[in-house]
């Protein structure tokens, strides 16, 4: 058999110079079969037609695939627009997303470590470890 495939895409552009290629779009598709897939993105796109900020929310047919929520910005704020209060939790920078901000109720964890993993602390074993070199 065939799959099926279908797809909907809606633009809007807006610029104030004649060539602005500054857009806003929203995808939609749909893919039968065992490798197929629904996704929906929103797009936005620069005047420079090279800066793009996405998000795309994906749920692939094969049950043993994640469904996923893809980002793609270079910055990633959560506020609330009624109080003017904006948080930057993430940080990207050279190539990996850090975290910039957490403030933390309860924190279950099994090892801390540092980055070398010289230091650490097994919270199940109360195995510690503090490397001065």
């Known amino acids: 058999g065939h799959d099926a495939y279908a797809t909907a895409i809606t633009q809007v552009s807006a610029g104030t110079v004649s060539g602005d290629v500054t857009t806003a779009r929203l ?28 998000m795309i929310m994906r749920a692939p047919n094969t049950v043993a695939e994640p469904t996923e929520m893809i980002f793609d910005a270079q910055r990633f704020i959560i506020g609330d627009f009624s109080s003017g209060a904006e948080i930057n939790p993430l940080v990207y920078s050279g190539g990996a997303w850090r975290l910039n901000v957490l403030n933390v109720g309860t924190v279950n964890a099994g090892i801390l470590q540092s980055l070398s993993g010289a230091s650490y602390w097994n919270l199940s074993t109360g195995a510690f470890r503090i490397a001065t070199s």
């Open 27 to 54: 995808f939609m598709t749909a893919q039968t079969g065992s490798g197929g897939q629904a996704e929906v993105a929103f797009q936005v796109k620069g005047s420079d037609g090279l800066r793009t900020a996405s």
